[in-house]
């Protein structure tokens, strides 16, 4: 292949999520609280997380959240809120904390880049004060994880612990083996801690280790990943199962752009449908 050819494939491959931006929307808050509705009569919570348009400003991407939160009165459901595009602005996700409370539930922000961690943990720590079930994720990749753990494992927060999207600058290190040490960390704590990975041995492990301490916890899973050998570990030990439903404008971009990504996908699925084992070691 010409090196004219490949980058222009290349380009392509780039430019197709911004393009499917222009040309579809995805699902809105009520679109995605009906479907959060319909999995928890099959006795699944579930997670609505916010995925605006590239354009869109903190003030449009407020009042889609707050739309969310109030859809998801009644549900065993909670919403995931992302500061960075919010501006870090305490007024503005305070708002979204707010209306989640009243329609009783809470939100969680979402890890971003190692660089956005500190000003998204002191806008949790504020939070907390007023709206003590306020969450956060906590990426096992991250070198300063174990300190924010540590800040926070004695606290109301709730926690999503995952294996992190964003290269720790300093030091990536053996994410699996951070992950379970997280784990050890929080558990014993009063506060809800949720097993966020689709590698069954992964989730198995630390999900023992926080039952054994008397940990609430559950497993979440992102919705449209395989998820049935990780549902199967769910089931084994008697622990519930979350979904992560992405939902807005900015939803196709971002589905489309993962599944580029990830190569291996169709075979992973495929071994999940016929069978447990198999995961690649990137799930």
């Not at 809800?192 to 497993?219: D, I, Q, S, W």
Request: proline share 8%; with cysteine; hydrophobic share 45%.
């Amino acid at each position: 292949m010409s090196g004219k050819l490949w980058a222009r494939l290349r380009d392509a491959r780039y430019a197709l999520p911004g393009q499917i931006e222009r040309w579809l929307d995805g699902p809105g808050a009520g679109s995605a609280a009906r479907t959060s509705a319909r999995l928890g009569k099959a006795g699944l919570g579930t997670t609505l997380g916010y995925f605006q348009r590239a354009s869109d400003g903190p003030e449009a991407i407020l009042v889609a959240n707050l739309a969310a939160a109030a859809a998801l009165t009644g549900q065993n459901a909670y919403l995931s809120v992302k500061a960075p595009p919010l501006g870090f602005d305490h007024d503005r996700v305070e708002a979204v904390a707010a209306a989640a409370a009243a329609a009783g539930t809470t939100i969680l922000l979402d890890a971003h880049a190692p660089r956005d961690a500190a000003p998204t943990f002191d806008l949790l720590e504020r939070l907390l004060a007023a709206y003590p079930g306020t969450g956060c994720a906590v990426p096992a990749r991250w070198e300063r994880s174990a300190e924010d753990v540590e800040r926070l494992r004695d606290s109301s927060a709730r926690i999503r612990l995952v294996k992190g999207e964003w290269a720790d600058p300093l030091d990536d290190g053996d994410i699996e083996e951070r992950y379970v040490v997280l784990a050890r960390m929080l558990a014993g704590r009063s506060a809800p801690v949720a097993v966020a990975t689709h590698k069954p041995e992964l989730a198995e492990a630390a999900l023992r280790v926080l039952l054994r301490a008397g940990t609430p916890c559950e497993l979440e899973q992102l919705r449209g990943l395989p998820r049935r050998a990780t549902c199967a570990v769910a089931a084994q030990l008697e622990v519930p199962v979350r979904l992560y439903l992405p939902f807005g404008p900015g939803w196709w971009p971002y589905a489309v752009d993962k599944a580029l990504a990830r190569p291996y996908l169709p075979g992973w699925i495929l071994r999940d449908l016929v069978g447990p084992k198999g995961f690649p070691a990137a799930a």
